[in-house]
């Protein structure tokens, strides 16, 4: 079956270091992978997307990779600040569509 | 760009009443998306229109939900006969679709439903 998994436990890291989340997936080709960041009580908002010929993506302080191979995206915040605390979903388009299916999310507290 | 609004934000109802909710998505956004979000979990796909025509539906709705986007503008989704299990926040989500259809969704802030 198509699953999309990411560490469901939350992420506890310190001011200043790097955050990295997983986003593993299972019987999808997706043509590209998008990085959402969603604050409690609001709507998810956009970060970066990258596409299957892509291997890292940068903008600021984000960096994304994708492996086709592995099946796996990895989100890396460097120098992570308290204002970086929410929940990050990944998404992928399971049929070319637009359409987005979610994973579950991971929540990143950076503490100071 | 106003962004996505939906309306109301909150919605409280007993069970058995029908709900409705509006979304009104970004003016040039040709598609338009609902989600379902539950507390711990990602949002869940419902249904996707491409101006005024319904393109797919969650094979996971039941029948009790319908959305209509009339003149490919905002959308409803109503919820008839509401049960307490259909408690979640209902995303709105607008994109400018066209091939090859991987431009970012703009999420509203949603309309949290809760069904006593």
């Known amino acids: 079956s198509q699953k999309i998994e990411q560490n469901s436990e939350a992420l506890n890291i310190q001011e200043g270091k790097t955050a990295t989340l997983t986003c593993n997936y299972t019987?999808?080709?997706?043509?590209?992978l998008q990085w959402y960041r969603q604050d409690p009580g609001r709507g998810p908002v956009f970060l970066l997307l990258i596409r299957e010929n892509e291997k890292e993506k940068r903008k600021e302080r984000l960096k994304v990779t994708f492996d086709t191979t592995l099946k796996q995206s990895l989100f890396h915040i460097t120098a992570s600040q308290p204002a970086d605390s929410a929940t990050y979903l990944c998404a992928l388009d399971s049929s070319n569509t637009g359409k987005l299916i979610f994973g579950q999310g991971t929540t990143l507290q950076v503490k100071p | 760009d106003t962004g996505v609004s939906q309306d109301p934000r909150h919605k409280i109802t007993k069970r058995g009443q029908n709900v409705t909710f509006r979304c009104d998505p970004i003016s040039e956004h040709n598609r338009l998306y609902w989600y379902r979000q539950t507390l711990g979990q990602g949002p869940e796909f419902l249904t996707y229109?491409?101006?005024?025509?319904?393109?797919?539906k969650s094979r996971l709705l039941s029948d009790r939900f319908s959305a209509e986007r009339p003149k490919g503008s905002f959308s409803t989704l109503e919820i008839q006969r509401t049960e307490q299990g259909d408690s979640a926040m209902y995303l709105c989500a607008s994109s400018l679709g066209q091939a090859p259809y991987n431009s970012p969704l703009h999420f509203g802030n949603g309309t949290r439903l809760t069904v006593t």
């Open positions: 019987n999808y080709s997706p043509a590209y």
């Open positions: 229109f491409q101006n005024e025509a319904q393109l797919e």
